[in-house]
């Protein structure tokens, strides 16, 4: 099956920085900060590629006369179409159509000209680009980073467009309230659940918003996508809601994501040799063997199967969302890059169709498979959670 992009293309998890001559800056956060580097390049109107490395994820950040201009991580980066097909704003149907044409840019402009979104719709989708891209790297501890002067690398990435001075202030900002907000948000896969007991008044019509998706199976990132909002925002409307008495906060299930983890894992190296890519599997299988070795995990597989899993591992539940998901979104954008489009998507398409309802909304949830492909009405054709609460008069 003549499914490969290109045989020869390699993509290797990040190693450690090694220290050399060939960086024009180099080092690791600790005695520098996000702030401090920003702040340098941006002062000095350096052209040029910053790399980050924290463990397997990776952001490279390219800078033209102290301007940031693009952005790439390990894992796929949605663009500007790509969050207004999530934020219910336009049709897959539509952007794949324009796609065929015009460049994503091109493209929303088009989309604004017609009057089929609104410069709010655009607006919002900037913030949720830059927070996925840029805002979470504030959070970022233990961290490589190295510098080199006039390379620029804008491949499997996003274009962005953004003073620097207002990004140092608002990623500084962020990282203080998600300080003030963590006891009750730990984590952006912490699940919320509305409380038996109500209190006599309703949440403001602000906070309404997102308590309407509050139904104990969705989490922060699931909730902000649902209610159009950042990750921030929709953390702190929820910390003002549990504060309020309206909510209360359900670590993940554990033993569930075990099992979708597990499932993932082996449906992928078993779909990889249907498509008759038997080294990539071993290749998948070794890479996910390290990845657990790296991070401390106790899973492993052998032979195309899970014959070790994390349910003694000492890692909170939330911690085991987020390397799952890391390790996950990696391999998808690898795949992404080496197969076409059916295939990569296909990799998780058929345990997604065939799996119960409560493990296709944490395949969702977490990112496993591709919302913006194949799988984009089944997302958005899911009925809200019914509310006590009438929002459409709030």
């Known amino acids: 099956m003549s499914a490969m992009r290109g045989s020869t293309l390699r993509v290797d998890p990040p190693k450690p920085v090694p220290l050399d001559d060939d960086y024009d800056l180099q080092g690791r956060l600790g005695a520098f900060t996000i702030s401090d580097i920003l702040q340098m ?43 207004l097909v999530r934020n219910g704003r336009v049709s897959r149907n539509v952007v794949e159509q324009g796609r065929r044409t015009l460049s994503d840019a091109d493209l929303v402009k088009e989309l604004l000209r017609h009057g089929q979104i609104s410069e709010a719709d655009l607006q919002q989708c900037q913030d949720q680009l830059l927070e996925s891209s840029i805002y979470t790297l504030f959070l970022w501890r233990n961290c490589y980073f190295t510098f080199k002067s006039g390379v620029l690398i804008k491949e499997g990435g996003v274009p962005v467009s953004v003073d620097a001075t207002h990004l140092i202030i608002e990623g500084t900002r962020r990282v203080d309230e998600w300080i003030e907000i963590s006891p009750v948000v730990p984590s952006v896969f912490m699940i919320f659940r509305r409380k038996p007991r109500q209190p006599s008044t309703r949440p403001s019509r602000e906070l309404l918003q997102v308590f309407r998706h509050v139904d104990g199976r969705q989490d922060v990132v699931a909730i902000a996508r649902a209610s159009g909002r950042t990750q921030f925002g929709a953390a702190k409307a929820l910390h003002e ?112 169709r065939h799996t119960d309802p409560d493990m296709q909304a944490m395949m969702r949830m977490y990112e496993f498979v591709e919302i913006d492909g194949l799988l ?12 006590e609460f009438d929002t459409r008069s709030a």
């Open 41 to 83: 390049f941006t002062y000095t109107e350096k052209t040029g590629t910053l790399t980050m490395i924290q463990g397997w994820n990776t952001r490279t950040i390219s800078f033209e006369r102290g301007r940031i201009s693009y952005v790439a991580a390990g894992s796929r980066l949605p663009n500007i179409s790509d969050l």
């Open 241 to 352: 809601l549990v504060k309020g008495g309206y909510i209360e906060a359900l670590p993940p299930n554990r033993e569930k994501l075990l099992e979708l983890f597990n499932l993932a894992v082996e449906s992928i190296y078993l779909k990889l040799v249907l498509y008759d890519q038997a080294r990539m599997a071993l290749e998948f299988e070794n890479q996910l063997n390290r990845f657990a070795i790296d991070n401390r995990l106790k899973v492993r597989m052998a032979g195309g199967k899970v014959i070790l899993t994390d349910a003694n591992t000492p890692i909170g539940a939330t911690e085991l969302v987020d390397l799952y998901r890391l390790f996950i979104a990696i391999q998808n954008n690898k795949f992404s890059k080496m197969f076409e489009a059916v295939i990569a998507q296909g990799l998780m398409e058929g345990l997604y």
């Open 376 to 387: 984009a009405l089944d997302v958005f054709g899911q009925r809200e959670p019914e509310d």
